[in-house]
């Protein structure tokens, strides 16, 4: 079942409190499962945090009786329990998210995770076993990272799921996005509706300070509808001429900087 978060909601999953609050406020144990559609990434002293699904979570259904859900919501932090009413009073029901749309959801995650982790990234370990653990990549599959950690009495290298895992380090975050060539001659940054998730998450605000290259041009509105940032006619047309791709990388303070693949 999903819950809708407010956005102190959304500031408990940026500092990593979130999971905590609600197995608190639900009486649940460490095992029972939540998906936090999100992961943060620590560059530093910065931290970012990428959404698949800004605004909510999704908790097991299971639970009896069903009102330890619905007061969730006298909680400062959820907005609302998704739910149906029917009948003559109105009666409340959880609506039940399919196992399989959660499992793709968590899938998607592991995508934008996996293009983050590689070789070499110092991570930290956010669910499972070895919660709260600090270690190495050594060697990544499709969905899993091998992860050594330096443990008082042995090493251990060991297999973490991609989405138990928090990149910590200090380069930038980056979002490939093709180049359209009706866009170009506008002077757009355009995207298609698949890479929603990923530009929502990348750049969260309504807008972005925006360098083409070494060149700042300044604050750019994000228009979410049309799927695009006018960035400038003249500019764009002869930048990365013979490129398909541009990147976008991520500066401080909500800036990003526009290069060629």
């Known amino acids: 079942m ?3 978060l407010t956005p102190l909601g959304g500031i408990k999953i940026e500092d990593g409190s979130l999971d905590r609050s609600l197995r608190y406020d639900l009486n649940i144990d460490a095992d029972f499962p939540i998906f936090i559609p999100a992961t943060t990434i620590k560059k530093g002293h910065r931290t970012s945090t990428v959404y698949l699904l800004e605004g909510y979570v999704f908790v097991a259904s299971g639970l009896m009786p069903e009102t330890r859900y619905f007061r969730l919501e006298k909680k400062s932090y959820v907005e609302q329990v998704i739910s149906t009413s029917s009948g003559p009073h109105n009666i409340r029901t959880l609506s039940v998210i399919p196992d399989s749309q959660i499992q793709s959801l968590r899938r998607q995650l592991q995508g934008i ?5 590689a070789i070499g990234d110092n991570v930290k370990i956010i669910e499972g076993t070895y919660k709260g653990l600090e270690g190495v990549v050594e060697g990544k599959g499709r969905d899993t990272a091998y992860v050594h950690f330096q443990l008082r009495s042995m090493n251990v290298i060991t297999g973490i799921p991609l989405v138990f895992i928090e990149v910590i380090r200090d380069d930038m975050v980056f979002l490939e996005i093709p180049i359209t060539p009706w866009g170009r001659r506008a002077g757009y940054l355009m ?4 890479y929603d998730i990923a530009v929502n998450g990348f750049i969260p605000e309504s807008t972005a300070d925006v360098w083409l290259g070494d060149e700042h041009i300044g604050l750019k509105t994000i ?3 049309r799927r695009r940032m006018y960035i400038s006619e003249e500019k764009l047309a002869t930048f990365c001429q013979d490129k398909e791709f541009l990147v976008l990388k991520k500066k401080p303070r909500g800036g990003v900087v526009i290069t060629c693949k």
């Open 223 to 225: 228009d979410r509808k």
């Open 191 to 194: 995207w298609n509706a698949k």
């Open 113 to 117: 995770i996996g293009a983050e982790v």
């Open 2 to 4: 999903a819950i809708e």
